[in-house]
């Protein structure tokens, strides 16, 4: 066993610190990968890190982002799992389209004809006309 002494002191701190750092991040990812309900977070969010573009948001766009990506808003796939009325994850479909798609964020943001004239106001059309997960 090594025994630290007093000028070993800021090196065990380093050391310490990163060690529990790296177990909290293979916990977090462990806790991300295993987690269906964040499925579509997986999709662009593979590290734990900082994302700077959320600074350039305004306060009010920045709550609603985080909602959406933490999967905190009111869709089929989130509220369809729940109480005596649970329905299948592949047949929570939108209720305010006849697309019969699973009302998922990503159906949300991209694809429901509901949604059309938010995103021509806040979207250029690059990523709606054909959208990709990616």
Same mark, same amino acid.
């Given at each position: 066993? #090594? ?12 050391? &310490?610190? =990163? ?9 977090? &990812? ?5 987690? !269906? /309900? $964040? ?5 662009? !969010?593979?590290?734990? /890190? ?9 306060? !009010? %766009?920045?709550? *609603?982002?985080?909602? $959406?990506? %933490?999967? +905190? @808003? !009111? ?19 939108? +209720?305010?389209?006849? $697309?019969?798609? @699973?009302?998922? =964020?990503? *159906?949300? #943001?991209? #694809?429901?004809?509901?949604?059309? *004239? ?7 059309? #690059? ?6 997960? &990616?």
């Amino acid at each position: 066993m #090594v025994s630290y002494q007093a000028e070993n002191t800021p090196c065990f701190y380093m050391i &310490f610190k =990163e060690r529990a750092l790296d177990a909290f991040k293979q916990n977090w &990812f462990n806790s991300v990968s295993v987690n !269906k /309900c $964040l499925d579509s977070y997986k999709n662009y !969010k593979s590290m734990f /890190c900082f994302e700077e573009y959320i600074d350039l948001l305004p306060i !009010k %766009l920045r709550s *609603h982002l985080s909602k $959406l990506r %933490l999967c +905190s @808003i !009111k869709l089929a796939i989130e509220t369809g799992r729940y109480g005596n009325n649970a329905i299948d994850r592949n047949r929570r479909f939108c +209720s305010l389209c006849g $697309l019969r798609e @699973i009302e998922d =964020e990503y *159906h949300f #943001v991209f #694809v429901c004809p509901a949604y059309d *004239h938010l995103r021509k106001m806040y979207l250029k059309p #690059v990523y709606y006309v054909r959208p990709s997960v &990616f």
